[in-house]
């Protein structure tokens, strides 16, 4: 079974700290995702990873930096974290070979992050 | 405009009925397609994949698909209070390897 593990369930950070969320994948996939979940807007992607250290902007950057030092580990950083980056966290990862299996999504648990 | 698109609902349904989830996509070279269950404060999670045109089943689980029309849908049969969730429906573009998620519809199943 694919598994991905996100550092945190719950997390409370103060305005203007830096906040590390951390994913690690089992599975050797090359993709990597983090999104972020708020009630009525769905899911939105921050960034995604290809492959070690490549990433590329999603809908929401702003505020967000990742980074990919190994394959199995994808770190999703507030630089400053704002009370509007208050949300649900989610981290995937998918294959991007060739199959049925190339291109589905596995998600971690979630972070549920409150910045106060 | 939105790229997938889907009913918020929510749907209710009473137990032992059928569930019937619709999605609209935008992309005509769309190759894949996904459906996401997703519980209350939890994680989504892929309950069903399609590829060709036509059904796909899975035990209660039916994911219908028509390219020409651009829609997917999902049957759920017989179904049961546990099934109350929402229901992601996902596509993969011609070029990329991401998924462009629908907003999801919620789907209640009353005892």
């Known amino acids: 079974d694919v598994k991905v593990t996100q550092s945190s369930r719950y997390l409370v950070k103060r305005t203007g700290e830096k906040v590390f969320l951390e994913c690690v994948q089992d599975?050797?996939?090359?993709?990597m995702f983090w999104y972020r979940q708020d009630p009525g807007l769905g899911l939105r992607l921050i960034y995604f990873?290809?492959?070690?250290?490549?990433?590329e902007k999603g809908d929401i950057p702003e505020g967000y930096s990742v980074s990919r030092e190994k394959k199995e580990r994808f770190s999703l950083i507030l630089e400053s974290a704002s009370t509007n980056q208050t949300s649900m966290y989610l981290c995937?990862?998918?294959?991007?070979?060739?199959?049925?299996?190339?291109?589905?999504?596995?998600f971690g648990a979630g972070t549920r992050l409150s910045v106060l | 405009q939105k790229e997938v698109e889907q009913n918020s609902g929510p749907l209710s349904v009473p137990e032992g009925a059928i569930a019937s989830l619709n999605c609209t996509y935008s992309?005509?070279?769309?190759?894949?397609f996904f459906w996401y269950r997703q519980y209350s404060g939890k994680s989504p999670e892929l309950i069903m994949s399609?590829?060709?045109?036509g059904d796909k089943e899975d035990g209660r689980f039916t994911a219908q698909l028509n390219k020409a029309s651009q829609y997917v849908s999902l049957l759920i049969r017989d179904s049961q209070p546990s099934d109350s969730a929402t229901y992601l429906c996902?596509?993969?573009?011609?070029?990329?390897?991401?998924?462009?998620f629908g907003g999801g519809t919620r789907l209640m199943v009353k005892p």
């Open positions: 992309d005509r070279g769309s190759q894949s």
């Open positions: 995937a990862s998918s294959y991007t070979g060739r199959g049925l299996a190339k291109n589905i999504q596995y």
């Open positions: 399609i590829y060709s045109n």
């Open positions: 599975m050797d996939h090359e993709n």
């Open positions: 990873s290809y492959d070690v250290k490549m990433k």
């Open positions: 996902a596509v993969n573009p011609y070029a990329g390897n991401m998924l462009t």
